[in-house]
């Protein structure tokens, strides 16, 4: 047991967490940014062993032809290009390292050919001084209600940068900073048991956090939205022409989740309220669940949160292997059984470990929930998922990457690894390796452009 005070040492790795003593919240607003913490709440230091350093803030510098070529604008020199794995991880010798595998050690048994090239680690998050000022903020104005399935009253920066249960963990992901406004196009694809490709939408998208509006002279209120969503397909053919908006606000237990799908057959938008929790996935073909986007995405209320505390853990990070157009191009990337492991970049990370287990009287296809985020940001991870026989269902990671510091600063964590491991079908949701993909920030849509009203006005079948 630890008590919210050794939360705030520098090392908490894998401890379980029952109970908190009551700390002075100005004693943690003092230790935000001081020499143990970052002004986020993550452990400045490194390990003990070196492998994970000390946490700089400097960012990644952009490189000085990002962005200008006009048929690729997208594109994203990969700042770690010239460095190579420290070693690989395999089933002969995954045994060796389980500590730092957790349950997907399951992979290599179900796939022997299954490879982790693990490479340095690199603490590259970086964020503006407005959401850390915010978050400093929140440490005393920022609240859970109602059994934390909604807040109230926070900032524009991290919600609980000392998080004191698994609820506030999950809440520090869902709104973890990847920007006030961003575009990007990207395909998405599903592979068969026999590896066959199928690509099962290309689209336009534009996401933006109206709860990081810099400009915000106040917390956020109930209706505040911390993530709009709109995508515009234009393949396969059969889609062309949908389009699908989903809104989440900060009050997600009273207002909830709003989504508007525009049919081109029908030619009218239709309000789709079942598109969340274990609803199968549109852009996943059956091997992942709504809520499986960006690792987890929708509501708490489902589930009890349990903070396990803190481990060192492989997990995808500084992935900018999978949006190499030339080395790891789509149709590289889209291999039998898992991605290709030549395209893909794992590193050791130090993450909060929050255990979900589904409340009685409720559903979801996933019984119990291993969730894992990286301490800097919070906005990448991993899952694996349980089923009622407690056997592991699916594993779910995010292949995200820092944006450049010039850019703003976050984590872009748009795309996920979906491995169903009782089909052996996995979905790549978000791939940015062709000519034209990728995610870049960009300027706020109007709010009208995320309600039906917008998806109508721009039907155009």
């Known amino acids: 047991m630890i ?57 990644l510098k952009t490189p000085p032809n ?29 045994a060796q390292y389980a500590d730092k595998l ?5 992979v290599f048994k179900t796939y022997p050919n299954f490879r982790m090239d693990i490479y340095p680690t690199h603490r590259s998050t970086f964020l503006p001084k407005y959401v850390l000022d915010n ?37 520090n992901h869902l709104m973890a900073f990847r920007g006030y406004a961003w575009q990007s196009y990207s395909n998405s694809y599903v592979v068969a048991t026999n590896g066959t490709v199928t690509n099962v939408g290309g689209n336009r998208i534009w996401q933006q956090s109206p709860y990081y509006d810099p400009k915000a002279s106040a917390p956020a209120v ?25 809104v989440d606000p900060v009050d997600v237990k009273n207002i909830g989740r709003r989504v508007y799908q525009y049919i081109p057959g029908q030619r009218r938008v239709k309000l789709s309220p079942d598109l969340a929790y274990d609803m199968p996935a549109p852009m996943a073909g059956g091997a992942a669940t709504t809520d499986d986007a960006i690792v987890f995405s929708g509501a708490l209320d489902r589930y009890d949160f349990k ?21 790891c191009d789509d149709a590289k990337v889209m291999t039998k059984n898992f991605p290709n492991p030549d395209c893909i970049r794992w590193e050791l990370r130090r993450v909060w470990t929050v255990e979900a287990k589904l409340k009685p009287g409720f559903r979801h296809v996933y019984a119990r929930r291993m969730f894992y985020w990286d301490e800097d940001g919070y906005a990448i991870g991993l899952a694996e998922n349980y089923d009622a026989a407690n056997k592991l269902y699916r594993v779910v990671s995010s292949h995200g990457i820092p944006y450049f510091a010039e850019e703003g600063g976050g984590m872009m964590n748009e795309g996920t690894v979906n491995l169903d491991m009782q089909t052996g079908v996995w979905a790549l949701m978000g791939a940015y390796g062709n000519v034209g993909s990728g995610t870049a920030p960009a300027a706020p849509q109007p709010e009208r452009f995320f309600t039906p009203d917008g998806l109508a006005g721009s039907g155009i079948r």
């Not at 903070?307 to 080395?327: H, P, Q, S, T």
């Open 3 to 59: 008590s919210r005070a050794h939360c705030l040492t520098p090392f908490v790795l894998a401890m379980s967490i029952s109970s908190w003593s009551i700390v002075a919240i100005a004693e943690e607003a003092k230790q935000l940014g001081d020499p143990a913490l970052t002004a986020f709440g993550a452990e400045k230091a490194g390990n003990k062993d070196g492998t994970i350093p000390p946490y700089t803030g400097e960012g």
């Open 66 to 94: 990002f962005g200008k070529d006009p048929k690729d604008p997208y594109s994203r020199p990969n700042p770690f290009a010239n460095e190579k794995p420290l070693y690989s991880i395999t089933a002969q010798n995954a």
């Open 102 to 106: 957790d349950g997907v050690i399951e």
């Open 135 to 171: 978050t400093l903020k929140n440490v005393t104005d920022c609240k859970g209600m109602d059994g934390d399935t909604r807040i109230e009253n926070c900032w524009g920066g991290t919600p609980f940068p000392v998080p004191k249960n698994g609820a506030e963990v999950m809440w």
């Open 222 to 246: 109930g209706k505040t939205v911390y993530w709009a969503f709109r995508a515009d397909a234009d393949a396969p053919t059969r889609k062309v022409g949908e389009k699908l908006v989903i």
């Open 307 to 327: 903070l396990v505390g803190k481990k060192e853990k492989f997990i995808m990070a500084n992935n900018f292997k999978i949006y190499d157009r030339a080395g």
